[in-house]
């Protein structure tokens, strides 16, 4: 999934969030202006007041940098705070949303998937949508914004040296991309991975009393720390990998300012351009580099929240086989009728060619063996599951024909009483 499809899925959440989107924007104007004026401060710095020794701007400079930072601060109190408040709500309302569509699943979806896996989806991957909702995008708008504007400022105050400072920018897009590709991969294996420690830690938990009962306390915590010890090693190799980005920002970003240095120094010998200026342009290529090395290392993280949020929109992809009907069962049930049904789960038969009818009135016990398929016949009446062959009618009518909530709170109290019966014969049998 492309971040821009990801964006489309993200936007019916975003949208709601206008006055602290524009709250943010002004942040982050600010911000960018702020980094600005601390590179422009510097040719008054160096020309009137070292070289020139103009004595009022003993007293404007150090007003004008207070100034600069107070209105910096500022700005980046604004974006924090509202992303922030923008970040959890999106993420809040995304998890309530998740557990609403994993709850209204087939019981097939329910037991296909481990319990580990859907907590892992509702915790583990929606946090790190959060980082990257509430600080990770956010910021990159900001850095990006900021190094666009100090582009157009450097360019502004000397275009041939800009072209030296800025020809190395093109060199890190190859590099960036094949970061950003592994690093995708890696995460993908790392939430999956998660997922699965969780679901080990589910199966203890939940079946503690078994575990002591056979002793095998060790056994299962030597499984958890092999588990363990699989996500530490993935959880390295993305390390390993995303941290290439800032070094390898650092050695390119030396070489441009190499560059600036040299031919700088050359117009400066010259007298083409005087030292205020050439201070004023070195401050803002340096500053150039901080927000681009931000932006290089948020674009590589992205690819951790890319691959979480592909995991909760495949939740929200899934379209459930089992369809409601239109005919709400206000009626009392008079007949129930199995017909040459048939279930299967997956490859495995639960029922085969069941027929039965039962009338209202009727006491039926269901008896057999544990897995022989009489909690299955109850959950077929409940809709947990459609036959894989013939059909469930219920008062001479399709059972699919009614909708899910008025069928199962006609059939909850019956089925109660049948569970209760064939547990108190399977009992006594026993």
């Known amino acids: 999934m492309k971040f821009s499809e990801i964006y489309k899925r993200y936007w ?3 949208r709601g969030y206008k006055f602290q989107y524009v709250m943010v924007l002004i942040g982050i104007l600010l911000t960018v202006t702020a980094t600005a004026g601390t590179a422009q401060i510097m040719q008054p710095l160096m020309d009137n007041m070292f070289i020139k020794k103009e004595a009022e701007m003993l007293y404007i400079i150090p007003a004008l940098l207070v100034g600069i930072y107070v209105i910096k ?15 959890m709500h999106i993420v809040s309302r995304l998890r309530e949303n998740l557990l609403d569509k994993i709850v209204h699943m087939d019981m097939q979806f329910l037991y296909t998937n481990r319990s580990g896996e859907l907590i892992s989806r509702i915790t583990n991957d929606i946090a790190r949508i959060q980082y990257f909702v509430s600080t990770m995008m956010p910021e990159l708008v900001r850095e990006s914004l900021t190094v666009i504007a100090l582009v157009a400022y450097v360019i502004y105050l000397n275009a041939t040296l800009a072209f030296w400072a800025l020809f190395v920018m093109p060199i890190l897009i190859f590099p960036l991309m094949k970061i950003t590709r592994r690093l995708k991969r890696l995460s993908h294996r790392s939430q999956e991975k998660n997922a699965d420690l969780m679901t080990r830690l589910t199966e203890v938990f939940n079946n503690s009393e078994i575990i002591k009962a056979n002793a095998t306390e060790e056994y299962e915590v030597t499984r958890f720390k092999n588990e363990n010890e699989q996500f530490f090693k993935l959880n390295m190799k993305s390390t390993y990998t995303s941290e290439l ?3 390898l920002m650092e050695i390119i970003g030396a070489i441009g300012l190499a560059a600036v240095i040299f031919v700088g120094g050359q117009q400066v010998y010259s007298g083409s351009m005087s030292v205020g200026e050439f201070t004023a342009f070195l401050t803002a290529v340096g500053l150039v580099f901080q927000p681009l090395r931000r932006v290089s290392a948020i674009y590589s993280k992205i690819q951790d929240a890319q691959a979480a949020s592909e995991r909760v929109f495949h939740i929200f ?3 459930n086989e089992i369809k409601d009907g239109s ?11 199995f017909e040459d049904v048939t279930l299967n789960f997956s490859d495995k038969p ?3 060619h069941i027929n039965l009818s039962i009338n209202a009135g009727q006491t039926v016990a269901l008896v057999g063996q544990s897995g022989g398929g009489k909690s299955s016949l109850v959950n077929l009446l409940l809709r947990f599951y459609d036959p894989t062959e013939g059909t469930i009618t219920l008062n001479d009518r399709n059972l699919k024909e009614y909708t899910q909530d008025s069928l199962r709170n006609q059939i909850a109290a019956v089925s109660q009483r049948v569970y209760i019966l064939q547990d108190t014969l399977a009992a006594n049998v026993a």
């Open 12 to 14: 019916p959440y975003i």
């Open 73 to 87: 601060s500022l700005g980046r109190y604004l974006q924090a705070v509202y992303n922030t408040y923008i970040g």
């Open 245 to 247: 980005v800032s070094p």
């Open 317 to 319: 992809d899934i379209e």
């Open 327 to 337: 005919i709400s069962l206000d009626e009392a049930i008079k007949e129930v009728r």
């Open 350 to 352: 639960a029922l085969s």
